[in-house]
């Protein structure tokens, strides 16, 4: 763990670099749904949509950090690939404590459904996707029957799920990087089980991708392993995949593979094929 926290630490000088020779080319469209600056939503339209298939994205960061505008090159790459796609925000820790987040990430989820409606686009196949935190916060969304209902949720139109590198369970050993963020998203004395996706996971028809490194650096490839086995105990369809990169610390595979092209990364070409065969 503390060599691949090293080479997590190394990447980021060779991801800023992938980063400034991405190309934009489209300009996405910007939408609030609330008043602080991080509520608010980007809609990227492909030039030629290859399927009914709408990818809705949670931006990773640690929690503390990111907003849509910042992993454009995402949007960017999903749009090249013909996808439909909407990047969401939320506030941030640690000026806002959880569970504002997965307020935001809830109230977000439904204006984009109803952005999209508005638009006269399909909302019946929805792919929620994230890495990270946004992995965390975005499986909430789709598998605890608890927080829909309190945020007043319909998931009934998620056809799937796809989580990157996300922290899902709390227990077992944790690297200080997580333990520091984690004291940051939460109140002292909140109990965090009700912010844990492993414990708040119901049974669910949406299928899940998990796709984990063993070398993530900051996320223990066991964190995958326990929400894999949670879900299959429930009789949810899961398929944990390992990153077989070798680019593989956290940052490269949960934002990085974005940077790239399907041809040159095997988890970015997973990411769409699994997309392509859900029904």
Not at 71 to 92: H, N, P, W
Request: some cysteine; aromatic content about 14%; proline content about 4%.
């Amino acid at each position: 763990m503390v060599k691949d926290s090293l080479r997590e630490s190394l990447s980021y000088w060779g991801l800023c670099c992938k980063l400034l020779l991405s190309k934009k080319q489209l300009d996405p469209e910007f939408v609030s749904f609330g008043s602080h600056k991080h509520q608010y939503f980007f809609y990227y339209e492909p030039p030629n949509a290859i399927s009914g298939k709408v990818i809705l994205w949670v931006h990773g960061g640690g929690w503390n950090g990111g907003t849509p505008k910042m992993f454009d090159f995402v949007g960017q790459c999903v749009a090249r690939e013909g996808y439909r796609f909407i990047s969401l925000g939320y506030r941030l820790a640690p000026k806002f404590k959880y569970p504002c987040q997965i307020e935001d990430v809830c109230t977000g989820y439904k204006a984009a459904v109803k952005f999209l409606k508005e638009k006269g686009i399909d909302t019946s196949k929805v792919i929620v996707s994230g890495p990270s935190a946004g992995a965390h916060l975005s499986s909430i969304l789709c598998y605890s029957r608890k927080v829909q209902e309190k945020w007043k949720v319909d998931v009934s139109d998620v056809a799937g799920f796809i989580g990157v590198g996300g922290p899902y369970s709390f227990s077992g050993k944790q690297s200080l990087a997580v333990r520091i963020l984690l004291n940051q998203l939460f109140a002292k004395g909140y109990d965090r089980v009700q912010g844990e996706p492993c414990f708040l996971m119901d049974k669910s028809t949406i299928p899940m991708l998990l796709i984990q490194s063993r070398h993530d650096g900051l996320i223990g490839y066991s964190c995958g392993e326990l929400f894999s086995e949670k879900a299959k105990s429930l009789g949810n369809a899961c398929e944990l995949y390992p990153v077989a990169d070798k680019k593989n610390t956290h940052s490269w595979y949960t934002a990085g593979m974005f940077l790239e092209t399907r041809k040159t990364n095997q988890g970015l070409n997973k990411f769409f094929s699994w997309i392509e065969n859900i029904p």
